[in-house]
T-cell receptor, first 113, second 116 residues
Framework: TQLLEQSPQFLSIQEGENLTVYCNSS?????LQWYRQEPGEGPVLLVT?????EVKKLKRLTFQFGDARKDSSLHITAAQPGDTGLYLC?????????????FGTGTRLAVRP | NAGVTQTPKFRILKIGQSMTLQCTQD?????MYWYRQDPGMGLKLIYY???????DKGEVPNGYNVSRSTTEDFPLRLELAAPSQTSVYFC???????????????FGDGTRLSIL
């Protein structure tokens, strides 16, 4: 079973601060997805990164896929209370039996006004 | 489109009881998945299906069964509920991923299950 470790597990910051969340594995994935989950809801996709070294930006969020496609990071600039939630990375395996996602352990972010 | 609909939203079971968690999607997705999420944790794959009539085990299938008789529905059954099965269960669906395109998984809002 492939494992994805996220760090930190919990993060509480003040509005306006910057932060980075890391997602690490010893395995190579064909792509990596980042989701955000709010209480009482299912995860919602933020972005998919496919190519080693790829960088994608979504407003104040910057996602990077490691060159070896084993790790990824999410950087948030000038965090806002609306960014509060559980951030999950998920590595994709393409197999003949079907595409599967392996989810990371999650990073719970709280942004204080 | 309603997306992925899960019922019930909440349920309390006694040890040894059985129940079926319902999941239906109206997006004509081939792939469907069941996950469980324990407090403060990520999601663990229980079972998945790549199409009607086809199911496969995920990471934590013990104590669960699934069926996929139609494209739309993917029910998850607990035969003998145990306290270790207390969790939030999420159903998801997606299109198959082509070689150059990546399709997101669409999740329902979850079923919160407590076994006492």
């Amino acid at each position: 079973t492939q494992l994805l470790e996220q760090s930190p597990q919990f993060l509480s910051i003040q509005e306006g601060e910057n932060l980075t969340v890391y997602c690490n594995s010893s395995s190579v994935f064909s792509s990596l997805q980042w989701y955000r989950q709010e209480p009482g809801e299912g995860p919602v996709l933020l972005v998919t990164v496919v190519t080693g070294g790829e960088v994608k930006k979504l407003k104040r969020l910057t996602f990077q896929f490691g060159d070896a496609r084993k790790d990824s990071s999410l950087h948030i600039t000038a965090a806002q209370p609306g960014d509060t939630g559980l951030y999950l990375c998920a590595g994709e395996e393409k197999k003949s039996s079907g595409d599967k996602l392996t989810f990371g352990t999650g990073t719970r972010l709280a942004v204080r006004p | 489109n309603a997306g992925v609909t899960q019922t019930p939203k909440f349920r309390i079971l006694k040890i040894g009881q059985s129940m079926t968690l319902q999941c239906t999607q109206d997006m004509n997705h081939n792939y469907m998945y069941w996950y469980r999420q324990d407090p403060g944790m990520g999601l663990k794959l229980i079972y998945y299906s790549v199409g009607a009539g086809i199911t496969d085990k995920g990471e934590v299938p013990n104590g669960y069964n699934v069926s996929r008789s139609t494209t739309e529905d993917f029910p998850l059954r607990l035969e003998l509920a145990a306290p270790s099965q207390t969790s939030v269960y999420f159903c998801a669906s997606s299109h198959p991923r082509g070689h150059y395109s990546n399709q997101p998984q669409h999740f329902g809002d979850g079923t919160r299950l407590s076994i006492l």
